[in-house]
């Protein structure tokens, strides 16, 4: 049963007030992966009310507005954010006032009621100039206010790195509650969180169409470990691997044409590919051991994948055709749970410290190893469509919840509270 499929698609209109760029000023774009780069400072006051407004509007929309701002450029870690201008600076100037914080760009805007809509006016300044950089208008329906903040925000990084933000994004994760685990689909920042599965059953293992437009995931709703997708856009729930036995982590190809997923339907679990466009069948691995949980690298050229074959689960990595079979990681007992960087230069996994799960990332030659997390029960990596931070769950407090970081380990973030355990969080593109 799926309720209340909803798109993550801002209802709001775009008109572009000022289009000037920074592309072509080289002090401008920054190296977001250069150790040591030094935090932009900018400043996000609240948004002013536009005073034909009626005293109804939210009282306190413009400072919530410029919270989430705030919020989504802090994690990102290529910015020191400011709420307010210093209070000892007498200049004339809005933008002047901000000077004597080594600010170096500022976000202004106010926000208004259109009837039954809401309009913000954005706007990023430089202080040193006192020019527009870029500015938006947006107009959407009165809870739309959240989603038009995270695309400012996305549009601020964009101008500062010539890549886009992940703050339009969101997460797919399980809530085990009850003796049940359903899908649910939040904002990347732990908002807006609604459910979208009511099977009563147990679901694994959700991942997104590189469209963004469906999610594959197991379920046992019909009593078997079955392979199921629901199309977000035609709302539909459909079976798409119900073989005896297992069906089980289902990962997209990047051109979503493939499912690479793990089928016990001929003995041990072995991993095979999916053709969507058939339910045709290629196997991929033949061995007496368990493969399982495969992730595609970047170019659809390899899938790295969990196996036992050598006495205890490890990382390998083969060719989609199954063959160069390599072995990736050879620190650690227990390894697990790979996921390929979308920039194809690391893979995640987790590896049990102690009996307990930690968060490490490896380059796809087997070098560059490096821990991510020390607290012990972090589990489910999961990387951002950018490929700058990961998504993951863990045990850190008692009960799981999903958390957020860095791609270097810095900037833990949770973003799930309660309501049971929250777990296997998988990054929409």
């Known amino acids: 049963m799926i309720h209340r499929l909803r798109l993550a698609i801002l209802s709001a209109s775009f008109v572009i007030l000022y289009a000037g760029t920074l592309f072509g000023q080289g002090d401008i774009i920054i190296n977001i992966h250069e150790p040591g780069t030094t935090r932009i400072k900018i400043g996000v006051p609240a948004f002013v009310k536009d005073q034909a407004s009626p005293p109804a509007q939210q009282a306190n929309l413009g ?32 933008l002047k006032a901000w000077e004597p914080l080594g600010v170096e760009s500022v976000v202004r805007g106010a926000h208004k009621s259109l009837g039954q809509r809401v309009g913000f006016e954005c706007a990023l300044f430089d202080v040193e100039s006192e020019t527009r950089i870029v500015g938006r208008y ?53 908002h807006n969180s609604y459910q979208l599965t009511f099977d009563k059953s147990i679901a694994l293992s959700p991942d997104w169409s590189p469209d963004g437009k469906k999610l594959v995931f197991t379920s046992y709703r019909d009593h078997n470990p079955d392979v199921h997708m629901v199309d977000l856009g035609k709302r539909t729930y459909t079976r798409l691997s119900g073989y005896i036995g297992l069906n089980t982590t289902p990962a997209f190809s990047p051109d979503g044409k493939t499912l690479a ?68 990681t050879y620190s650690g007992s227990y390894n697990t749970s790979p996921a390929w ?29 490096n821990r991510l997390t020390f607290n012990g029960g972090n589990e489910d990596p999961s990387w951002s469509p950018d490929g700058r931070y990961l998504a993951f769950s863990s045990k850190q407090l008692g009960q799981r919840d999903v958390y957020l970081m860095r791609d270097d380990g810095s900037g833990i973030k949770r973003v799930t509270f309660g309501g049971g355990d929250n777990m296997s969080p998988a990054w929409s593109p």
């Open 261 to 328: 997923l793990t089928l016990s339907k001929d003995g041990n679990p072995e991993l095979y590919l999916f053709t969507m466009a058939n339910g045709g069948l290629t196997r991929l691995t033949r061995n007496s051991r368990v493969d399982t949980s495969p992730t595609w690298s970047p170019n659809g050229r390899e899938i790295a994948f969990v196996s036992d074959r050598s006495g205890s689960p490890q990382i390998y990595v083969t060719d989609r055709e199954g063959v160069n079979l390599r072995r990736l």
């Open 138 to 190: 947006y107009t959407g329906l009165p809870d739309d206010w959240r989603a038009i903040a995270h695309s400012f925000s996305d549009e601020i990084v964009y101008r500062y790195t010539g890549k886009r933000g992940i703050a339009h994004t969101q997460l797919a994760y399980l809530k085990a509650k009850g003796g049940t685990k359903e899908i649910h689909i939040m904002d990347y920042d732990g």
């Open 63 to 94: 400072e919530d507005f410029s919270r989430v701002i705030r919020d989504d450029l802090d994690f990102t870690g290529l910015f020191q954010v400011f709420a307010a201008p210093s209070q000892h600076n007498s200049s004339d100037s809005p």
């Open 341 to 369: 960087s979308p920039l194809g230069d690391k893979i995640a996994y987790v590896s049990l410290i102690g009996g307990r799960g930690e968060i490490f990332t490896i380059s796809p030659t087997g070098s560059d190893v």
